[in-house]
């Protein structure tokens, strides 16, 4: 146990020394990780923001009411009262002559309509006092038990459609991450390659005087996994200086729709696992490369 | 400790370097092996560190069938024997005493341990006041002096050495000679494959003589 630990500083401190050892390359991998990050942590950033801004946004989902012809007064007027208590903002009666007028004007259907007996019912059009999509179907619910009422109409569908235009996005930002988390193995694999082959001699040396292959690999994935912290790091600074350009434009549109809005950096949560994966997918890649290239020693001895 | 029983080695191509060889080395002797270049002493000792595979037959070391040992047991192996090689192997990416603990940090030993005993074995073969300089800048006898020190360091029981003073005036090789009879001395088995004749008689010992990839024992 205790050798393993000190295998594993031995091999954490050669591997600091050997990304110490070339700084400009080691700077240029990590760029070219940061880049390859910051675009699906780039959008996944945008689409929280637009998740934010359709939570904040002003809804004004409506519900309509269709009476029933058939219902008494005495049930239109329970059907008002319930509409007066606290869980509902506002409440209009759309008595079916003036909706029938409207339609008429609306569609031009006068000529057609004037002959016809009215076939559309009374209706209220009501506004509850919560507009989340819980407290909304709950209300239309409850209101369609009443008797009375024949039919209830939920005007929620512009919520539903921006949910469902979000949810492509977030299908998208995991493909995305998923692509670019393979290009960020093939990054790191191929950076550790050209280390292997360059430490051929030290490689074939140590296995002849009893190094496994797994102290030999150790070094290697640990630079790999150092080089893909650096990546998820560069991908932060990218993002901040995104974001720093940014802020003033978004703050500005924001201030012409009279709304608060601003841009939120990413929660200390969110950095944690995108440095952590990042750092994982680089040691994925050493790993690959470590054995590929290990193999191919084996083989040419 | 060593033990070969009809063993062949045939190389790609079909040079067959070893052929039908059987020999017994007991522990703490000290064995030449003599012939021509080519007579397959290199192939000899590659068998017994496991660095080849015969072809057929057997070679056990310490009474484990090295040809069959599986590749993750063979670091484990080697661990336990000295190598010295004609060419050094040495490391030029880092300085003396790092070429020698390289083999401690291998088994996993604690850097400082490590380093002391690196220093003491440096300061016999008498490179103690070069211990940070590159290997590269060091003569050809120092630098077979700093391979020796190397399979030293982890104080192994057999130390196998191909041609140790091949390249080396006359001086260099009695010196590290002389090496070799201390560590016999001491109970470590030897096996050196060497021409040098004048070695042989200084050290004496027993010498076995490949001719062909034949064994036969020479009279000392």
């Known amino acids: 146990m205790i050798g393993w630990l000190r295998h594993q500083k031995h091999a954490f401190a050669a591997a600091v020394r050997r990304l110490g050892a070339h700084p400009v ?7 070219a990780m940061g880049v390859a990050i910051s675009l699906p942590g780039g959008l996944y950033l945008g689409l929280g923001h637009l998740d934010r801004l359709a939570g904040d946004l002003p809804a004004q989902p409506e519900i309509s009411i269709f009476l029933d012809a058939e219902a008494s007064n005495a049930q239109k007027q329970a059907i008002a009262a319930r509409l007066k208590q606290t ?25 057609i309509t004037a002959g016809l007996a009215n076939p559309l019912p009374d209706a209220w059009v009501v506004r509850p006092q919560t507009a989340s999509r819980a407290e909304l179907a709950r209300v239309a619910a409850d209101l369609g038990k009443l008797p009375g009422v024949a039919e209830i109409h939920l005007d929620s569908q512009w919520a539903d459609r921006l949910q469902a235009a979000l949810a492509i996005g977030r299908t998208g930002v995991w493909l995305l991450a998923g692509l670019f988390a393979i290009a960020l193995v093939a990054i790191s694999g191929n950076a550790i390659r050209a280390q292997v082959l360059a430490r051929r001699d030290e ?11 797994r102290y030999i690999r150790r070094p290697f994935l640990y630079v790999g996994a150092l080089q893909g912290l650096l990546g998820g790091l560069a991908a932060g600074g ?25 841009l939120l950096p990413p929660t200390a949560t969110e950095i944690v696992a995108v440095l952590g994966l990042t750092a994982l997918f680089g040691w994925l890649g050493a790993w690959l490369s470590v054995t590929r290239a290990l193999r191919q020693i084996e083989a040419a001895r | 400790m060593i033990s070969f029983s009809q063993v062949t080695k045939r190389y790609p191509g079909g ?11 007991e522990k703490g002797e000290l064995v030449f092996l003599t012939g021509h270049s080519g007579a397959g002493k290199s192939t000899l000792l590659k068998l017994i560190a496991a660095i080849e595979r015969p072809t057929s037959g057997v070679v056990s070391v310490s009474g484990q069938n090295v040809g069959r040992l599986p590749q993750r047991a063979i670091p484990y192996l080697r661990r336990n024997i000295g190598l010295i090689f004609q060419d050094h192997k040495l490391l030029f990416d880092r300085n003396v005493i790092e070429n020698v603990v390289l083999p ?11 380093l002391k005993r690196a220093r003491a074995v440096i300061d016999k073969v008498g490179l103690l006041k070069r211990e940070k300089a590159n290997p590269i800048s060091l003569s050809g ?80």
């Open chain 1, 87 to 111: 869980d509902i903002a506002e409440a209009r009666y759309v008595p079916k002559d003036e909706a029938l007028a409207a339609l008429s004007a609306a569609q031009g259907l006068a000529d």
């Open chain 2, 141 to 220: 006898g120092e630098q077979q002096r700093l391979c020796i020190a190397r399979a030293l360091v982890s104080r192994p029981a057999l130390l196998l050495a191909d041609e140790p003073t091949g390249n080396l005036d006359a001086g260099y090789a009695a010196d590290i000679m002389t090496m070799f009879r201390d560590f016999h001395q001491v109970g470590t088995t030897l096996v050196i494959a060497t021409h040098d004749d004048r070695a042989i008689t200084a050290l004496g010992g027993r010498t076995l003589q490949l001719d062909h990839g034949k064994v036969s024992e020479a009279a000392a």
């Open chain 1, 25 to 31: 390359a080691t700077l240029l991998t990590a760029l």
């Open chain 2, 104 to 114: 401690l940090d291998i088994a996993g030993l604690d850097r400082r341990e490590s």
């Open chain 1, 238 to 262: 990218v993002l901040a200086v995104v974001g720093t350009l940014l802020r003033a434009p978004v703050e500005h549109l924001a201030g012409l729709y009279g709304s608060a809005f601003h």
């Open chain 2, 15 to 25: 040079h067959e370097a070893l052929s039908g060889v059987n020999l017994a080395i």
């Open chain 1, 203 to 213: 490689i074939l040396v140590s296995r002849l005087i009893g190094a496994t292959d």
